[in-house]
């Protein structure tokens, strides 16, 4: 209870009830006229899709852009080395000039998503450049609410908002959908409204090219989005999220995918925050903002976890009745928590009747935390020892070539 108290309620519930009082009162601020009037400029903007096996949903991200209908676009498509017809997928697109379509065709093999997007990024022409997956579709107004936030010349990147496309296909992308509405759609507008957005994802992420040049892109990392994020952030460029900026992608259906990705986040996102750029927590060399929500999440996500085994290891020994009673009466506390956070959230969505049918889900929520502490609790223990460090994300030539942390 008090970490409970002093803890996850200022940090989670407390920003869910500051921002539902200030959309009743409408008292949150807006610079809509700045981005419209930015946007309008017709800045050039390149778009990189970069795949690999993405045969059954390259074409339909290519269309979703295409309908995008911005005179100053550019659309460059990357097939990694595949193994299935995603070129063959693309190239009809490409015959007809509506895109640039290039492929590593390298005997190595492929090449992983960072150095595919360095390679396109490389190719790109705009100032403004826009990182999609293949298995992503965009609402039409997608690129004024992307580009719009570049009004500000101190925006470097801007994060979109990400929501689960089959939402239906089983229980866990219908728990996807409700973590998304609460950690992407209400906690990012949060970070963005307290001006301390820490991540762009690598999934639906725009970027300025000047800030990009700065460090050369990205580098070969299991988290690269979260890496390249930080790099935006050391060299002095803000990243802001753009609430209205939808994407919607295909979340992993089955347990076993979504426990491997996951795993592999909790790894990078380790690796990456405290390993590699543990020095941003330099307060009096980094903006203040950085150390602290930082500190905060390795308070959060890394000591607590490792609290939360000990803790059961103790009470399972000494008090494993009393144990009982707790699950029950915690697991009430965060079904009313969550019911709270997800119905805040229905509030901002442009999309209320179809997550109005995720709520009965969000009685499963706590649990489905409950079962991803332990995947993070693993993931932790082998980062710690840098047990299994190579992980199959990126293939062995780019292990080759990148930093151990």
Not at 4 to 10: A, L, N, R
Not at 69 to 91: C, F, G, Q, T, W
Not at 339 to 357: G, H, T, V
Request: charged residues 20%; proline residues 3%; glycine residues 6%.
């Amino acid at each position: 209870m008090p970490v409970f108290i002093f803890g996850e309620f200022p940090r989670y519930v407390f920003p869910a009830i500051y921002l539902f009082v200030a959309k009743t009162l409408g008292s949150l601020t807006s610079d809509e006229g700045k981005k419209r009037a930015f946007f309008a400029t017709t800045p050039s903007v390149s778009v990189l899709l970069v795949g690999y096996n993405e045969e059954a949903c390259v074409a339909n991200a290519i269309r979703s852009l295409l309908e995008l209908h911005y005179p100053n676009l550019e659309i460059i498509v990357i097939d990694d080395n595949s193994e299935d017809r995603m070129y063959e997928e693309a190239k009809p697109f490409a015959d007809q000039g509506l895109i640039k379509l290039y492929r590593n065709s390298a005997a190595t093999g492929r090449s992983g998503r960072p150095t595919a997007s360095n390679m396109a990024f490389h190719l790109a022409t705009g100032d403004f450049i826009v990182s999609v997956d293949a298995d992503t579709s965009f609402d039409r107004d997608m690129l004024l609410h992307m580009i719009g936030p570049f009004y500000n010349k101190r925006v470097g990147g801007v994060a979109g908002n990400i929501k689960v496309r089959n939402i239906d296909v089983s229980i866990w992308t219908r728990l996807q959908a409700v973590e998304y509405a609460l950690s992407i759609a209400m906690w990012k507008r949060w970070l963005g409204l307290i001006g301390m957005s820490m991540q762009v994802s690598g999934a639906f992420g725009a970027f300025r090219r000047e800030a990009l040049t700065t460090f050369g892109g990205w580098d070969p990392e299991l988290a690269e989005d979260a890496d390249l994020s930080l790099k935006i952030k050391k060299v002095g460029w803000q990243i802001v999220f753009a609430s209205e900026a939808i994407a919607m992608t295909n979340a992993p259906e089955t347990w076993q995918v979504l426990k491997g990705q996951r795993f592999r986040w909790d790894k990078g996102g380790f690796r990456t925050y405290f390993r590699k750029h543990v020095d941003i927590m330099k307060f009096w060399q980094y903006d203040w903002r950085n150390a602290f929500e930082l500190s905060l999440e390795f308070f959060f996500t890394v000591v607590l976890t490792f609290i939360y085994a000990l803790y059961l290891v103790l009470m399972l020994a000494f008090y494993p009745k009393i144990l009982i009673f707790i699950w029950f009466f915690t697991y009430a506390i965060y079904v009313g928590v969550a019911l709270l956070c997800f119905s805040i959230s229905l509030l901002f969505s442009e999309r209320k009747k179809e997550e109005l049918s995720l709520l009965p889900t969000v009685f499963m929520f706590p649990a489905y935390k409950a079962i991803f502490r332990w995947v993070r609790f693993g993931a932790l223990l082998l980062e710690f020892f840098r047990i299994n460090y190579q992980e199959g994300y990126l293939p062995e030539s780019a292990w080759r070539n990148t930093k151990k942390w």
